[in-house]
């Protein structure tokens, strides 16, 4: 019986020396921390907005005059918009006075807190045409259809109050509307909406893509062509598509290196043309416009309207734009107007810089894709005292402060 003792107690002995195999620790799973998004607008004071003295800002006050026809009765806007109408003749000083005394600037952020983002550059094209077809002008430029429904959802959905359908009827189905390569390549299903012919299917093609634009007819008469409507299917960008082919570099792209590949490329670029399948049609306006009106329907300045992303910038409101000359490092700093919107236009810091009208100036617009910043200036409370009663002419005829 000892033995067996023993025996037993040796066992237990030996078993305790079997060293344990390893224990595996797994590393702590790393959790990110959440994104907090920051809100859109931080107030400043003026001394931070970049180039704010530098800036010459008369005609930016006068495109802002030409905005309160549109937003003078909102109530945020009634105060300065009554004051602004008011100062006439408009010069630089009073109109940086105007603008410190009765608005508050603020930085423009992106969700996680940048103040940096794209300024790209569109403008008003011009077109050689006809109001009839022609072996010379044989591109057509249509008006809205009738038969495309436009369906609004925010009276079911209000949550989706932004968007609108655009279809057509098939039997008892409502489906999409035509798409670009069946309108231009297809059986003609647009036939009878013609409101122009022009020659470039080229020049047409960015003509959809700016909105606006003017069509020099035979005799010489300039008219003047606006967005309409839009066939309801997502643009997509073919300059994208060529450097996803290695068909162009990033140094390379612009709107004039595209048209060339395009002329270049016949049958290719026929077919990268249907591969945006968004399609614009337009109106024509009266002799009155010289210029394209935006989305507030006010004639756009030449170097002094921005086109923005509304859900962040009020229409209509002043921007101070901090960014670069296409091509260059040389400054370009001054206040714009925000009066217009666009497709491509979405995000917090996102403008696009309307250059004015012609050939020169989509040469510049259509080289533009620079750094930038925003400032929005929103009203403030208003003092007292009248604008006008603080300014004064001096006798070289520029305003001066009293």
């Not at 930016?60 to 008011?86: D, H, M, N, P, Y």
């Not at 020099?216 to 309409?228: K, S």
């Not at 394209?292 to 923005?308: D, E, H, K, N, Q």
């Amino acid at each position: 019986m000892k033995r067996y003792f023993l025996f037993y107690c040796l066992i237990i002995i030996l078993a305790g020396c079997v060293s344990k195999p390893p224990q595996v620790v797994k590393p702590p799973i790393e959790i990110p921390p959440p994104v907090v998004k920051v809100e859109p607008l931080l107030p400043v004071g003026w001394d931070q907005v970049d180039g704010w003295l530098l800036d010459r800002p008369a005609a930016a006050l006068e495109a802002f005059q030409k905005s309160c026809r549109a937003i003078g009765k909102r109530e945020q806007w009634q105060q300065v918009c009554s004051e602004a109408v008011t100062i006439s003749p408009v010069g630089h000083l009073v109109a940086r006075e105007y603008f410190e005394r009765f608005f508050q600037p603020y930085q423009v952020r992106n969700e996680d807190g940048s103040s940096e983002g794209m300024i790209t550059g569109y403008y008003g094209p011009e077109l050689l045409g006809s109001r009839i077809a022609t072996a010379e002008y044989r591109y057509p430029l249509y008006s809205q259809p009738e038969n495309m429904l436009i369906i609004d959802l925010d009276e079911v959905y209000p949550e989706l109050s932004n968007y609108r359908l655009r279809g057509r009827i098939v039997g008892n189905r409502v489906v999409p509307f035509f798409e670009r390569e069946e309108i231009d390549n297809g059986d003609n299903p647009l036939a009878g909406e013609e409101i122009f012919w022009v020659k470039d299917p080229v020049e047409l093609f960015f003509l959809h893509i700016q909105g606006s634009g003017r069509i020099r007819l035979p005799d010489g008469e300039l008219v003047m062509v606006n967005y309409a409507n839009q066939n309801g299917h997502p643009y997509r960008s073919i300059g994208k598509l060529l450097l996803e082919r290695n068909a162009m570099t990033r140094h390379q792209m612009s709107m004039q290196n595209i048209r060339r590949w395009v002329e270049a490329n016949p049958e290719a670029g026929k077919q990268l043309l249907a591969e945006n399948p968004s399609y614009v049609f337009f109106r024509e306006l009266g002799p009155e416009y010289k210029s394209p009106p935006g989305a507030l329907g006010i004639p756009l300045t030449a170097l002094r309207s921005l086109a923005v992303d509304p859900r962040t910038i009020p229409l209509g409101a002043p921007v101070f734009l901090a960014t670069t000359f296409p091509g260059t490092d040389s400054p370009l700093q001054q206040l714009m107007v925000a009066q217009d919107t666009g497709g491509a236009i979405k995000g917090q810091v996102r403008a696009d810089f309307f250059w004015g009208m012609g050939n020169d100036a989509g040469k510049i617009a259509g080289r533009m894709k620079q750094d930038g910043r925003l400032w929005v200036l929103l009203p403030k409370d208003l003092p007292e005292e009248p604008l006008q009663s603080r300014v004064g002419v001096s006798e070289s005829g520029e305003e001066e402060i009293n």
